[in-house]
């Protein structure tokens, strides 16, 4: 069960902290989601085919890629949710500044 896990917190992990150092590097959005969202995507689609080839049988195989499929969309809200509370402290901060 850890080996299954494992990949869903490494993920996770890395997605947060790559979206969060690349919003504050290029202070585009719509790119930190969209590069997120692709490293997410290939780092879980990497794990489900380990995951296929290393499962015992056909039910735990389907449910193992179905739960990393879940896992990417999960992941991809907590990201999304960082980045938009990130851009918005932004523009409150730069629209403070501009109204002094």
Same mark, same amino acid.
């Given at each position: 069960?850890?080996?299954?896990?494992?990949?869903?917190?490494?993920?996770?992990?890395?997605?947060?902290?790559?979206?969060?150092?690349?919003?504050?590097?290029?202070?585009?959005?719509?790119?930190?989601? @969209?590069?997120?969202?692709? @490293?997410?995507?290939?780092?879980l689609?990497?794990?489900?085919?380990?995951?296929?080839?290393?499962?015992?049988?056909?039910?735990?195989?389907?449910?193992g890629?179905? @739960?990393?499929?879940?896992?990417?969309?999960?992941?991809g809200?907590?990201?999304?949710?960082? @980045?938009?509370?990130?851009?918005?402290?932004?523009?409150?901060?730069?629209s403070?500044?501009?109204?002094?």
């Amino acid at each position: 069960m850890m080996n299954y896990i494992i990949p869903i917190l490494i993920s996770g992990m890395i997605t947060n902290v790559y979206a969060i150092k690349l919003f504050r590097k290029s202070n585009n959005f719509r790119s930190a989601i @969209l590069r997120t969202t692709l @490293l997410n995507f290939f780092l879980l689609f990497s794990a489900s085919i380990w995951w296929f080839f290393s499962a015992a049988d056909g039910f735990s195989q389907v449910f193992g890629i179905a @739960l990393y499929g879940v896992s990417f969309i999960l992941i991809g809200v907590i990201y999304f949710t960082i @980045l938009f509370f990130m851009k918005r402290s932004k523009s409150k901060i730069i629209s403070n500044n501009t109204s002094n």
